[in-house]
């Protein structure tokens, strides 16, 4: 059974950065596709940024150059850089393995304050 295990998160300043990190255990595959998710309330899930097995990146136009995603599928692991933190960055962030098969973290608070 997989488990995903998020950390990181928080209350932060306008302009600040955080990371936030996340692993998946319990696979005895590695995961081709590792990305990060964000939820406002009210709003429908987007996605962040994505990792791919080839080493590939892709991102949010609201985040590009500002956000950095990276990841080891050895390992299982995803994290995301945030710096020049913005109000509008605060919402749940999620992370999300697949393929194979589709596991979702549980969610963490990111604060950004004016």
């Known amino acids: 059974q997989v488990q995903v295990v998020q950390s990181g998160g928080g209350l932060v300043q306008f302009g600040g950065s955080l990371r936030l990190s996340c692993a998946a255990s319990?696979?005895?595959?590695?995961?081709?596709?590792m990305a990060w998710y964000r939820q406002e309330p009210g709003k429908q899930r987007d996605m962040v940024a994505l990792w791919t097995g080839d080493g590939s990146t892709t991102y949010a136009d609201s985040v590009k150059g500002r956000f950095t995603i990276s990841g080891d599928n050895r390992k299982n692991t995803v994290a995301l850089q945030m710096n020049n933190l913005k109000p509008e960055d605060t919402a749940v962030y999620y992370c999300?393995?697949?393929?194979?098969?589709?596991?979702w973290g549980r969610g963490t608070q990111v604060t950004v304050s004016s």
């Open positions: 999300r393995f697949e393929a194979p098969g589709d596991y």
């Open positions: 319990g696979s005895i595959f590695m995961f081709n596709r």
